[in-house]
């Protein structure tokens, strides 16, 4: 048996998103030197990645369709508790950016897929470890200004729980648009908040797909599920995963 693996990009060749990276600081020092970084981030210019067809054989899983699809309902429900409570809880500091980014969650998660190769039940995973930290930390809320963090961060390490091969830190950073430094400190961050509980057995894995579909129905929107498989069949991973959650 002889494991085939495609040589990694270069990453040069990855174009930068306008996921901003910043240099590791307080929060609150990072807010004060808003400014002149905003200024020296180039915000003028486009987006590479926003509006930019992928190409047809990295074509998106229905399943990311459907994370972006309930990430975007729990953010926009957590900015307006943000405004009602005046606050976003400390918990998630560590992952806040001074703004929101202008890239969109399906897109971002999209640009995770193209590059990491990585696979699809690795965003299910991470949809796992962000619902944990929710019911761990409620009062820290999911919002704008650092969910495309805790995406990419919750993500690379589903990879490295689930993957046989996967891309280091520094080439998630690349995809993900923020500094090396940052992510290693954020993945540290995020094991902490969990306790180290990145382990997902097959039986919370499925119910995950489960209520993941069952929120695109809910919300009427069947069209990308109707015409082909279900998530299920589309994710070809819940019976392959059974012998991993052993």
């Known amino acids: 048996f002889r494991l085939m693996v495609s040589p990694p990009p270069n990453l040069q060749d990855i174009p930068k998103t306008n996921v901003t990276t910043w240099p590791i600081m307080p929060i609150n020092e990072r807010r004060e030197k808003e400014p002149a970084m905003l200024a020296a981030a180039g915000d003028d210019e486009p987006d590479p990645v926003v509006g930019q067809d992928l190409p047809t054989e990295a074509a998106t899983p229905r399943v990311l369709t459907i994370i972006s699809h309930v990430m975007e309902k729990l953010v926009a429900r957590n ?85 046989d091969v996967h891309y280091n830190n520094e080439f998630y950073a690349r995809v993900g648009g923020v500094s090396n430094a940052d992510l290693n400190k954020m993945e540290l961050e995020l094991l902490f908040l969990l306790d180290f509980r990145v382990s997902v057995s097959y039986r919370v894995f499925e119910s995950y797909c489960f209520h993941l579909e069952k929120e695109m129905l809910l919300n009427g929107d069947v069209s990308s599920l109707q015409d082909n498989q279900p998530m299920q069949a589309s994710l070809s991973v819940a019976s392959s995963l059974s012998s991993l959650y052993v």
């Open 79 to 163: 900015e307006w508790l943000a405004k009602q409570t005046k606050g976003f809880g400390k918990s998630l500091e560590a992952f806040h950016g001074v703004r929101a980014p202008s890239i969109s969650i399906a897109k971002y998660l999209e640009r995770i897929y193209k590059y990491t190769k990585c696979s699809p039940a690795c965003f299910v995973v991470g949809y796992v470890y962000i619902d944990r930290l929710a019911h761990k930390h409620p009062g820290s809320l999911v919002v704008s200004m650092n969910v495309h963090r805790l995406l990419v961060t919750c993500v690379m390490i589903a990879s490295k729980m689930l993957d």
